[in-house]
């Protein structure tokens, strides 16, 4: 598999919370999650409730779309992914990298009791003025 460039993936391992979209029919939702991100599998992880809003639709519905921002009001520094993938519960086998993964960003979430997500990138646009006004780079999954 073929990862996104160095910029794109620095980008992503600098932040640690992303918008994720899901939809049920006709209606969109949004959520905002803690996330690691697992650079070789090109992955985000992050925990959620079974019961939320987000995890039913996904289960119905696994495609999803989600954001992650830079937060500036400074045009020339205006930095954000978009991207789209698949949701889905780790295998077994996945289990012991992901739960590490997460809990090494994130190690108060060993007092949680809330279950393991993936989210598997497919496509990403990055916009980064700091190449150039509207500077867009894109990655696409080449398996897709």
Same mark, same amino acid.
């Given at each position: 598999?073929?990862?996104?460039? +160095?910029?794109?993936?620095?980008?992503? =391992? =600098?932040?640690?919370? /992303?918008?994720?979209?899901?939809?049920?029919?006709? #209606?969109?939702?949004?959520?905002?999650?803690?996330?690691?991100?697992?650079?070789?599998?090109?992955?985000? /992880?992050?925990?959620?409730?079974?019961?939320?809003?987000?995890?039913?639709?996904?289960?119905?519905?696994?495609?999803?779309?989600?954001?992650?921002?830079?937060?500036?009001?400074?045009?020339? =520094?205006?930095?954000?992914?978009?991207?789209?993938?698949?949701?889905?519960?780790?295998?077994?086998?996945? =289990?012991?990298?992901?739960?590490?993964?997460?809990? #090494?960003?994130?190690?108060?979430?060993?007092?949680?009791?809330?279950?393991?997500?993936?989210?598997?990138?497919?496509?990403? +646009?990055? #916009?980064?003025?700091?190449?150039?006004?509207?500077? +867009?780079?894109?990655?696409?999954?080449?398996? /897709?």
């Amino acid at each position: 598999m073929s990862l996104p460039e +160095k910029r794109i993936t620095d980008f992503i =391992k =600098k932040h640690h919370v /992303v918008s994720l979209a899901t939809a049920s029919g006709n #209606t969109p939702w949004v959520c905002h999650c803690f996330y690691a991100y697992m650079k070789e599998e090109n992955w985000l /992880v992050f925990t959620s409730d079974e019961q939320t809003r987000h995890v039913r639709e996904v289960l119905v519905h696994p495609e999803v779309a989600g954001g992650i921002v830079l937060e500036t009001s400074v045009v020339s =520094k205006v930095q954000g992914i978009q991207f789209s993938g698949v949701m889905r519960r780790p295998t077994e086998e996945e =289990k012991g990298s992901v739960t590490r993964a997460y809990l #090494t960003r994130f190690p108060f979430a060993v007092l949680m009791n809330a279950s393991l997500w993936i989210v598997e990138i497919y496509t990403i +646009k990055m #916009t980064d003025n700091r190449l150039g006004f509207g500077k +867009k780079l894109f990655w696409e999954r080449a398996e /897709v």
